[in-house]
C-alpha cells in the first residue's frame, strides 16, 4: 500500500488529485434549451457573420452621410421607404432621399449611416434633418463588426452559460455535442448520524453533509447520487463503497477519515485496492482528508471530515477542480483567489494553510474581506450560512493586521 503518512501542502494535494484524475470524455448530444451548465465537447463555429448584414443600431433614418454632414441649418430628406425588423429594403437610396428605419432592419443599398429619429423632424413626405450625425456610419451596426464566420465562437472544454446560449441560437445552432455529467455518490459515516426530522435522542445529531455537498456537487455541474447515512460498519461501508465506485464517477464520504477507534475509512480502501493518494493535509479545517485512487485513475475516492466547515472548505479548495476537470472542462480549474483589504485581524497558529470564513464585499471599487463574527469553529453552521469567500492564511503567517491585504478564495 502506497500512503503519504505525513501532512502535505495544500498545492501538492491538488497536484497529486489533478494528476491522478481523467476527464470521462463521453459526449452527448443536447438541445440549446436543455445544455447550459454543460461542458462543451467540441468546438463551436459558425457559417454566417454576426451581424448578418448592415442594420440599425436605432429607430431613425437611414441616409447618406454626404447629404447632412457639417449642416449648419435643417436639411429636408424625400423618404423613399419605411422598413420595419424582419423585412428586406425594396430601394436604393439615392442622393436627397431617406429611408425611415427601425431598430434590427437591413440598411438598404446606397445609406451608409442612420440619425437618429431624436435628432429629426417629420414633414409629410420629408424628413428634416436637425443636427449632422458624428461620423459617417453612425448607428450602423455592420456585417461581421461581432464575428467573421467560420472563426471560432466557443472552445471545447468551456462550461455554458446562460450567456452563452443566446450566441449558439444566433449561430444557427439548435443542437450541441457536450459532455455527460459526472455521477457523483455522496454519503455520510457514522452511528450517531440521523436524517432531518428525527427525534433525537442524547448525543446523537442531524446529517448536514450529505445536504450540503449533494448542492454543491449540482452547483457544480455535476449529478449528485445520494446513499444517505451509513453506520460505522466495516462490511456495510465496504459494500457501499464497492457499489459506489461501479455505479459512479468519483465518491465523497464525510467522517470516518481520521485516526479514532470506528475511522474505517482507510482500511476499506485499502483492503479494495485502492492506491492511497493523499492521507493528511496541511489545512486547516480540514486535516484528515484520505484520498484514493482506482483502475489507474478511473475513479478517485474522496473521504472528507465530517465536521461541517472542513468538509466544505475541502470541497471548494480541493474537490472544486477536480470536479471541473473530470467535467471536462479544460482551464479555471481553481476557483478564483484575489486579494482584498481586511476589515479586521485575523490569526492562525501558522502550522497549516488556514481558512477563515467571511463575506468578500465591494466597497467603493475596493475588495474588502469582512471576518465571520461567530466562532470559526469547523462545526459552526450558523456562519458557514452567510459565507461567500474564505481568507487564505499561508503556512507560517501567524496574523494579518486590519486593514492589511489577505489572499481570499471566493466560493460562490
Not at 475511522?263 to 486547516?284: E, Q
Not at 465536521?307 to 474537490?319: F, K
Given at each position: 500500500m ?5 501532512m ?32 462543451l ?50 430601394q ?75 450566441l ?26 440521523r ?6 435522542k ?5 446529517d ?21 447515512i ?19 464517477d468519483?465518491?465523497?464520504?464525510t467522517?470516518?477519515?481520521?485516526v ?13 485496492g ?6 493528511s ?16 485513475g ?5 473521504g472528507?471530515?465530517g ?5 466544505m ?69 450558523i ?28 466560493v460562490?
Amino acid at each position: 500500500m502506497n500512503i503519504i503518512t505525513y501532512m502535505i501542502t495544500v498545492q501538492q494535494a491538488q497536484e497529486l488529485i489533478l494528476q491522478n484524475l481523467r476527464p470521462l470524455g463521453e459526449t452527448k448530444t443536447l438541445a440549446l434549451c436543455d445544455c447550459a451548465g454543460y461542458v462543451l465537447a467540441q468546438d463551436v463555429t459558425s457559417q454566417f457573420d454576426f451581424p448578418y448584414w448592415d442594420n440599425s443600431a436605432m429607430d431613425g433614418y437611414a441616409v447618406i452621410y454626404e447629404d447632412v454632414k457639417d449642416i449648419d441649418s435643417p436639411v429636408s430628406l424625400k423618404i423613399v421607404e419605411e422598413i420595419a425588423a424582419g423585412r428586406a429594403p425594396g430601394q436604393v437610396i439615392n442622393p436627397g432621399e431617406a429611408a425611415r428605419i427601425f431598430t434590427g432592419a437591413m440598411l438598404p443599398i446606397g445609406a451608409d449611416t442612420i440619425v437618429i429619429q431624436e435628432e429629426t423632424k417629420r414633414d409629410s413626405q420629408n424628413v428634416l434633418v436637425l443636427s449632422s450625425p458624428s461620423c459617417v456610419g453612425d448607428f450602423v451596426r455592420k456585417k461581421g463588426d461581432y464575428y467573421k464566420a467560420e472563426q471560432s465562437l466557443l472552445e471545447a472544454g468551456h462550461r455554458l452559460t446562460p450567456q452563452d446560449i443566446p450566441l449558439l441560437s444566433v449561430a444557427q445552432l439548435s443542437h450541441v455535442e457536450v459532455y455527460r455529467r459526472p455521477r457523483v455518490a455522496i454519503f455520510s459515516t457514522g452511528d450517531e448520524l440521523r436524517e432531518p426530522g428525527s427525534i433525537l435522542k442524547i448525543g446523537e445529531i442531524v446529517d448536514s453533509n450529505l445536504y450540503a455537498l449533494s448542492a454543491y456537487v449540482q452547483q457544480c455541474g455535476c449529478d449528485s447520487i445520494c446513499l444517505g447515512i451509513v453506520p460505522d460498519d466495516v462490511d456495510r461501508l465496504k459494500d457501499i463503497i464497492s457499489s459506489a465506485l461501479i455505479d459512479c464517477d468519483l465518491v465523497i464520504s464525510t467522517g470516518g477519515v481520521s485516526v479514532g477507534d470506528y475511522d474505517y475509512v482507510a482500511r476499506i480502501l485499502t483492503d479494495l485496492g485502492s492506491k492511497i493518494l493523499i492521507d493528511s493535509v496541511a489545512i486547516k479545517p480540514g486535516k484528515p482528508l484520505k484520498v484514493g485512487s482506482f483502475n489507474t485513475g478511473q475513479k478517485l475516492y474522496f473521504g472528507i471530515p465530517g465536521n461541517p466547515v472542513s468538509a466544505m472548505v475541502i470541497a471548494w479548495r480541493l474537490l472544486t477542480p477536480a470536479l471541473k476537470k473530470l467535467a471536462g472542462e479544460t482551464k479555471k480549474w481553481q476557483s478564483p483567489i484575489i486579494v482584498a483589504r481586511s476589515r479586521s485581524p485575523l490569526f492562525s497558529d501558522g502550522k497549516r494553510e488556514t481558512y477563515l470564513c467571511g463575506q468578500l464585499e465591494i466597497v467603493e471599487g475596493i475588495a474588502e474581506f469582512v471576518l465571520s463574527r461567530d466562532s470559526q469553529s469547523s462545526a459552526n453552521l450558523i456562519h458557514l450560512s452567510q459565507t461567500n469567500a474564505l481568507a487564505v492564511l499561508p503556512i507560517g503567517c501567524m496574523s494579518i493586521e486590519q486593514g492589511q491585504n489577505v489572499q481570499v478564495l471566493f466560493v460562490s
